[in-house]
């Protein structure tokens, strides 16, 4: 079940999804998660707020609660920079997307996780 953060973290990349611009994806019928899916592995940069580039691997895509209407999922970064925030992030292959990213996994992990949260209309 999502919490009420990452519901609100799930809508806010919704919506900023709705507004990124075109990437080598568009103008086909292949879904935001089938987009991350296909870059599984790959290294995206992520800027800050503050001006600042940090820079993360994509290392899982997951599928979320089903609904007929609505695609769910989540997708996971590790990088050492990386932090808790709301980034501007930036891949060749994906283009540009506002994504908010909240720590995850167990407290003390040595690997630092990040997860991004999806629900976009089908």
């Known amino acids: 079940m999502l919490h009420r953060r990452a519901v609100l973290a799930a809508l806010s990349s919704a919506l900023a999804a709705a507004m990124a611009p ?13 987009q991350f899916s296909a ?54 292959d994906f283009g540009k997307l506002n994504i908010t990213l909240i720590r995850s996994g167990p407290p003390g992990s040595k690997r630092n996780r990040h997860r991004a949260y999806f629900s976009n209309f089908a």
């Open 22 to 34: 075109a990437s080598v994806f568009a103008g086909t019928n292949v879904t935001r998660r089938e």
């Open 39 to 92: 870059l599984l592995g790959h290294s995206f940069r992520f800027a800050t707020s503050a001006g600042d580039t940090v820079v993360a691997k994509l290392v899982s895509v997951d599928e979320g609660p089903q609904c007929s209407e609505l695609e769910q999922f989540s997708v996971a970064f590790e990088g050492e920079s990386i932090t808790e925030d709301r980034y501007e992030a930036r891949h060749p």
